[in-house]
């Protein structure tokens, strides 16, 4: 090939501990950083995942005490936090880092500091987030951690109410990692619209690389207001400001505004990397071209737009208008059309193809029947009447725990399973996968299809515990119950990480014979990505060159 | 720089809105309408500035160094002496008029807004400066102005969120 690989295989195999960790520390690789993304959201799923038990333990019997009320306070707090901020997104934003530059054929974001810089801010963001547990007390008998809910609905976040340093690192920890999102979102969207290799029209991009644009364009419309927000707070408790201080005339209202005007924009950010990841995964193992190419295009640019115009279905019961409530409604029932769309044009991907069942596609196909559920719930609750019974119910909570969950986290899992192999050069142990695929899919429907019922039967969230004789016991649990499996399954998926990067076997360049372009470079892809940029002149370039007797050009 | 202007755009409408919410609803004085007196020719210094970032690109562009230095330092000049307007309001409104931004809802409001535009122009004079280092060094050239032109691409966007926060505070709120 080119010197450039010459000299890159020259390098001694093992070098010291040190100078490897520096070489990451202070890399600006889009391939690395994307690892760093990620290892840093597995970490913290981790730590997510231990606050969740903890939660559902206490919950598993009436009167039960575990916890304190206050610690049970704080932990819904990070766990949401956690999982939303340094779990899901740098989740999205590692694959997304990884996989767009090698998709679109180029060798590098747009701006590979701006990158590094997003990363590290991101990191000092958990950092202040995990630091409250030492340092947020800051008063004698004051909390440690957050316990203002992870939308820390005014006046709860008040000096009055919320004495200590916990808020502030709440605040601070919210205000870096944005600060850190938005950089990345401008480095994507600069990447796909200035970078795309010879060839390689809007048109005829992967449905990846196009979700992730419009992702990246909402995480700029919808983080910089909960950034505007932070910063308003902040101005509250620390200058002495009146934002959010009903007493002197501020309004509670507005924080839950602008906090939504982020918050609903945010489940779009996290679900189209969901669709990506699916689009990408799904015609692959059924061994078809994606159904309906410009259609999906046309969805998830007007999922972006009503995304951004639904955010006040989260306050039907805080009591607005008639006129907003109707507004809200009809949007909210409006978005799920174009994701109704997509579900239709996966379904018809998979109909008639040579369905192969590998772990990404078993994931994958347990995000179609769940997401389908989940958008019901929320079409549900979308009925403003029946969100003044149901807001602020379990049924909520379960609800957006099978959209975050059922959807967001199967499909990440599955693009696990797919891009491994690229990452690591090895497969993915298939037997363990399977495993970690059953585990997680019985433990994921014990807990949230049964989390509905006592949410019907009127059990509110975010109580430390309950009155025995309400008819919530039993399903509460059979919800912790499956607490066990999930927690078993994600013990299998880090095993099954760690053993098939030291003893998997050799992946090859192409395992699962894909399409895309990232499959042409080598596994692990060489720092340059491609020593020849290449061209194309399809949506599936590696069909083409496997098939140049039928070539999807001739079609397009 | 067009996604950080959208980000920003994204920022400046909330306090924006946050500005127009609160307008009217304080409990205490001061009020707007007494305190406060629309900065007219200060105003007129921001947004000629945007002119003569433009022409010293231009210039800039023409290789004509001289020009470029000139109309560069000009645009510096402009925007300190806004920002004295601002520092030179605000000293009255604190010292004078007692309005502070613990005072009442519209303290709060237009501090954070007004400030938070400041500290844009601040960065941005930041920036300017930093190109004047650079061309006294000796290290600027012809071909640097396409960055430049992103610079005062940010100068500009600066300038247009003066004329909404002019509106809002000014106009719409007294």
């Known amino acids: ?556 | 720089m067009y996604c950080l202007i959208g980000a920003e755009a994204a920022i400046f409408t909330i306090f924006v809105v946050a500005y127009l919410f609160y307008i009217g609803k304080s409990l205490a004085g001061p009020k707007p309408k007494d305190v406060l007196h629309a900065p007219i020719f200060f105003t007129v210094c921001l947004l000629s500035s945007s002119l003569t970032v433009h022409v010293a690109v231009r210039r800039l562009i023409a290789g004509n160094m001289a020009a470029f230095a000139r109309y560069w330092s000009l645009t510096i000049l402009l925007g300190g002496l806004f920002l004295f307007g601002t520092a030179r309001e605000w000293v009255h409104l604190i010292f004078r008029d007692g309005l502070t931004i613990d005072t009442n809802l519209f303290g709060t409001t237009y501090y954070s807004l007004v400030g938070l535009h400041a500290f844009h122009v601040t960065m941005g004079l930041l920036a300017l400066s930093a190109v004047v280092l650079f061309y006294f060094a000796g290290l600027l050239r012809r071909e640097h102005s396409e960055r430049l032109e992103v610079l005062s691409l940010y100068w500009h966007f600066v300038d247009a969120v003066w004329v909404v926060v002019f509106l809002v505070v000014y106009v719409i709120g007294a």
Request: with cysteine; proline share 6%; glycine share 10%.
């Open chain 1, 1 to 556: 090939m080119s010197t450039n690989a010459m000299v890159v295989s020259e390098l001694p195999v093992s070098r010291p501990f040190t100078l490897r960790l520096h070489d990451w520390v202070t890399t600006v690789d889009h391939k690395r950083l994307g690892i760093l993304y990620i290892l840093f959201g597995l970490v913290f799923l981790l730590a997510g995942g231990v606050e969740a038990t903890i939660m559902r333990l206490q919950l598993v019997r009436p009167h039960n005490d575990l916890v304190s009320p206050e610690v049970f306070n704080r932990m819904f707090t990070m766990h949401g936090t956690t999982m939303i901020f340094f779990v899901a997104m740098p989740l999205v934003f590692g694959f997304a880092n990884y996989l767009a530059p090698l998709m679109i054929g180029a060798r590098d974001m747009a701006f590979p500091r701006l990158n590094a810089f997003s990363l590290w801010m991101t990191a000092l963001g958990g950092l202040f987030l995990y630091f409250s547990f030492l340092g947020g007390s800051g008063l004698y008998g004051a909390g440690s951690t957050p316990d203002v809910g992870w939308f820390a609905y005014a006046p709860l976040t008040a000096k009055t109410f919320s004495v200590g340093h916990s808020t502030d690192y709440w605040i601070l920890s919210l205000l870096s990692s944005g600060i850190g999102s938005i950089g990345t979102a401008i480095n994507i969207i600069a990447t796909i619209l200035c970078m795309r290799c010879p060839g390689m029209t809007l048109g005829k991009m992967p449905l990846l690389v196009w979700l992730n644009l419009v992702m990246a364009g909402l995480v700029i419309l919808a983080v910089s207001p909960l950034s505007a927000a932070q910063i308003m707070l902040l101005i509250d408790r620390y200058l002495g400001g009146h934002f959010f201080d009903t007493q002197a005339g501020g309004s509670a209202v507005i924080w839950m505004h602008f906090f939504w005007i982020f918050g609903h924009p945010e489940v779009y950010v996290l679900v189209l990397p969901a669709f990506a990841f699916a689009s990408e995964i799904i015609p692959v193992f059924s061994r078809k071209a994606i159904f309906g190419y410009p259609v999906m295009v046309m969805a998830t640019v007007a999922i972006g737009f009503i995304g951004m115009s639904v955010w006040a279905h989260h306050m039907f019961t805080v009591g607005m208008s008639a006129g907003a409530n109707t507004f809200f409604v009809l949007s909210t029932m409006a978005i799920a059309v174009p994701t109704g769309i997509k579900i239709f044009n996966w379904l018809a991907t998979m109909w008639g193809g040579k369905i192969r069942f590998d772990t990404p596609m078993l994931f994958c196909v347990g995000f179609l029947f769940q997401f389908l559920v989940a958008g019901l719930t929320g079409v549900t609750l979308a009925v403003a009447p029946l969100d003044w019974q149901l807001g602020n119910s379990y049924y909520v909570v379960a609800h957006f725990h099978y959209v975050i969950v059922g959807g967001i986290l199967f499909t990440i899992f599955g693009a696990f399973y797919y891009w491994f192999p690229k990452a690591v050069g090895k497969m993915c142990n298939e037997a363990l996968g399977k495993l970690h695929f059953w585990l997680f899919f019985i433990g994921f429907h014990l807990t949230f299809d049964f989390m509905h019922i006592p949410g019907l039967l009127g059990m509110p969230r975010r109580i430390y515990t309950y009155e025995p004789g309400r008819g919530w016991d039993i399903w509460n649990l059979i919800v912790t119950v499956g607490v066990v499996f999930q927690a078993l399954g994600i013990l299998v998926f880090a095993f099954n990480l760690i053993w098939s990067y030291f003893r998997g076997k050799a992946s090859g360049n192409d395992p699962w014979d894909a399409w895309t372009l990232e499959w042409s470079a080598s596994s692990p892809p060489p720092v340059y990505n491609y020593a020849v940029i290449p061209r194309v002149r399809s949506r599936r370039p590696l069909w083409d060159l496997k098939h140049p007797e039928d070539p999807d050009w001739g079609y397009e």
